[in-house]
């Protein structure tokens, strides 16, 4: 079975960056797609970003688009991201998830059958 470790959260302010990184164990190569989510205080997890292992395409919710950047790296088995310019209402806890889903349910955290224990990111204003 596969195994997601989040790691690279912390405290930062507005304006600043920080790179989060998901490494998986077993067969991270016949997972078909992994995606960021993150959950503020109160409210539902959303999708932030997705890679898809085969072809390294890429999708992003429209509130990171431009300013993050999710990319993945095979010989590590290590899927990224990259987070500039960020604004308070990034603050949550992130995950990192792992699945099959079709394009259609993408951005549903209910096509994951993976996840990471997640990681804090705070962004001060």
């Known amino acids: 079975q596969v195994q997601l470790v989040e790691s690279g959260g912390g405290l930062v302010q507005a304006g600043g960056s920080l790179r989060l990184s998901c490494a998986a164990s077993?067969?991270?190569?016949?997972?078909?797609?992994v995606a960021w989510f993150r959950q503020a205080p109160g409210e539902e997890r959303k999708f932030v970003a997705a890679?898809?292992?085969?072809?390294?395409?890429?999708y992003y919710s429209d509130s990171v688009k431009g300013r993050f950047t999710i990319s993945r790296d095979s010989a590590k088995n290590t899927v990224y991201l990259q987070m500039n310019s960020l604004k308070p209402e990034d603050t949550a806890v992130y995950y990192c998830?792992?699945?099959?889903?079709?394009?259609?349910?993408?951005?549903?955290?209910?096509?994951?059958?993976?996840w990471g224990q997640g990681t804090q990111v705070t962004v001060s204003s």
């Open positions: 998830a792992a699945g099959s889903p079709l394009l259609s349910s993408l951005e549903s955290d209910s096509a994951y059958r993976r």
């Open positions: 890679v898809r292992w085969s072809n390294s395409r890429m």
């Open positions: 077993g067969s991270a190569s016949s997972i078909p797609t």
